[in-house]
Each structure stands twice: as structure tokens, then as C-alpha cells.
Nanobody, 124 residues
Framework: QVQMVESGGGLVQAGGSLRLSCAPSRRASVTYAVGWFRQAHGAEREFVAAIGRSGEHALYADSVKGRFTISRDFAENTVYLEMNRLNPNDTAVYSC?????????????????WGQGTQVTVST
């Protein structure tokens, strides 16, 4: 069973940047869509960004459009989430999931094999 593993979180000041990484626990024979979701303390998990299996198509939540960029490196078998102009509302645990089909999707139900998540904290 492939599990996703996230890394790259941390503490950053408002206006700063972070790059998150998402990779499978072991290399799979096929690629898959990947979605990033986040959950702030006391809130529901919400969609952030997703990339399709081919890497050609991406989706973003309105709250991160123009600030976040999702990409994938097939050679490294890794999906990245570049986050710029961070603000305190971006503080959350960020998790990635492996998607079914071609993707990308914004629905949480389209993903499984979630990782433990990585904490992103944006200070004022």
C-alpha cells in the first residue's frame, strides 16, 4: 500500500514563501493525480490545489490562486506546492493524497493514501 509523505512545512513570516513536497512511500509503477488539502485548527479539511496525472492540468482554490503553484517532477516522483505571499490564514496542516483517474479533482473523496501532513505556520 502506497502512502504519501509530505515535507517542507515550517514557521514563516507573513509575506514569506515555503515549498512543500509530496512523494509516495515507495515508487509506484503508474503515476496518479495528487491533491493538496489543509486543515486549520478547529476547521474542516479544505481543498488547496491539485494536479492531474499528466502534470498538464491543475486546479486551485480561490483563496490561493495567484499565490500557490503546484507542479510535479516525474524524475523525482514528487509533487511540489510552491506557496508565496503567505498570510496567517494559510496556517494549517497540509496533507497530500493520491487520486483516482486522470484528475485533477477538488473533491476530497477522490483521494486516499493520505500522509501525516506537514505543519505550516504563518506569523504576523
Amino acid at each position: 500500500q502506497v502512502q504519501m509523505v509530505e515535507s517542507g512545512g515550517g514557521l514563516v513570516q507573513a509575506g514569506g514563501s515555503l515549498r512543500l513536497s509530496c512523494a509516495p512511500s515507495r515508487r509506484a509503477s503508474v503515476t496518479y493525480a495528487v491533491g493538496w488539502f489543509r486543515q486549520a485548527h478547529g476547521a474542516e479539511r479544505e481543498f488547496v490545489a491539485a494536479i492531474g496525472r499528466s502534470g498538464e492540468h491543475a486546479l486551485y482554490a480561490d483563496s490561493v490562486k495567484g499565490r500557490f503553484t503546484i507542479s510535479r517532477d516525474f524524475a523525482e516522483n514528487t509533487v511540489y506546492l510552491e506557496m508565496n505571499r503567505l498570510n496567517p490564514n494559510d496556517t494549517a496542516v497540509y496533507s497530500c493524497g493520491k487520486g483516482y483517474g486522470l484528475g485533477p479533482y477538488s473533491a476530497r473523496e477522490q483521494y486516499d493514501s493520505w500522509g501525516q501532513g506537514t505543519q505550516v505556520t504563518v506569523s504576523t
